[in-house]
């Protein structure tokens, strides 16, 4: 389960417009976008070669607690994320100072506009370049990793199928957010005999605005109950102090969590609305059950279990009968 990969690569480089903006542009080009795709390009080298040789400390002696998915079926999205450049961005073209997309821009070499990204190399793994103001827009929006994942894999097609010129990432992602496809999912959709397409900078504004992204907001409250069971779980699960846990718990917990992670915003929705109702309607001395089918064929079913917890007996007798 989960054969998709992000790799980040995060640059601080100020662009700072001093004699000659063009000249200035390709020196930070140089240091933050260029630099930043040759390092994730590495990186998902690295992963796809020696997927057993990762690590999560510097001497390499501890091995990466988590599974990395074999070459043959890892699907890996690279990011380089830029900081230091929305503000130069917004002084000279205004906005929020988001960075332009400019699909029709291919190869290092042809990055000569200031603040316009395109396609880094059309022969390699798509690179996204998310800069200041991008990236908070982005992530928290698209708050889960499914939904992330979606939005990366449509904008990898679309940038890799058209032309595509963008007045800043957020203005794509509200185009995204405000359109579903036959499956009900969002998706960016365009005419399919259009080989041009032109977003300008007024959608996200538009969207953010609109009664129906307040109402989003305001529903989706309730679905964070989700998120914090997934830190709690995450949190016990990596201080060691869960109870009877299977051994390795480190291991068969993450396999668990991952399931519970791959939750869209919106069943997640769902899922808690379930859960907070069945807690809501138990008395304090009952239990209850309550069984959550799949929706689609590769959903999981949840069981949820409310047990209660008695005040006048001691914590291993209450603990027993959860085990």
Avoid at 41 to 48: D, I
Avoid at 91 to 114: C, K, N, Q, W, Y
Avoid at 207 to 236: G, M, N
Wanted: glycine residues 6%; contains cysteine.
């Amino acid at each position: 389960m989960g054969d998709d990969v992000v790799v980040f690569s995060d640059k601080h480089c100020v662009l700072e417009p001093k004699k000659s903006l063009d000249i200035d542009w390709q020196r930070w080009f140089r240091s933050a976008v260029q630099a930043g795709a040759k390092q994730a390009w590495g990186a998902e080298r690295w992963l796809r070669d020696h997927p057993h040789r990762v690590f999560s400390d510097p001497i390499c002696t501890r091995p990466l607690p988590i599974r990395v998915p074999p070459p043959d079926t890892a699907r890996y999205h690279l990011v380089v994320t830029v900081h230091g450049v929305s503000g130069a961005s917004r002084a000279m073209l205004g906005g929020s100072g988001s960075l332009i997309l400019r699909t029709d821009i291919r190869g290092f070499a042809a990055h000569v506009e200031p603040f316009a990204i395109g396609d880094l190399d059309p022969q390699r793994t798509f690179v996204h370049v998310f800069d200041d103001a991008t990236l908070d827009f982005v992530m928290s929006t698209l708050d889960t990793t499914p939904d992330f994942l979606n939005y990366l894999r449509r904008k990898e097609r679309l940038c890799r199928s058209r032309v595509v010129y963008v007045a800043g990432e957020e203005n794509l992602l509200a185009h995204y957010l405000t359109h579903v496809d036959e499956n009900g999912e969002h998706a960016l959709l365009f005419d399919e005999e259009v080989d041009l397409i032109g977003i300008d900078d007024s959608w996200w504004e538009d969207f953010a605005e609109s009664k129906e992204r307040h109402a989003q907001l305001e529903h989706d409250r309730v679905s964070y109950v989700w998120d914090a069971l997934i830190e709690q779980f995450a949190e016990h699960a990596l201080t060691g102090t869960q109870y009877m846990a299977t051994e390795p718990p480190l291991e068969s917990s993450e396999l668990v969590l991952r399931f519970m992670a791959a939750e869209p915003r919106l069943r997640r929705r769902s899922l808690s609305e379930v859960l907070l109702h069945a807690i809501e309607v138990t008395a304090p001395d009952e239990r209850r059950i309550r069984v959550i089918p799949g929706q689609r064929g590769a959903e999981p079913m949840y069981v949820f279990l409310v047990f209660p917890w008695f005040d006048d007996k001691p914590e291993e007798d209450n603990r027993a009968v959860r085990g």
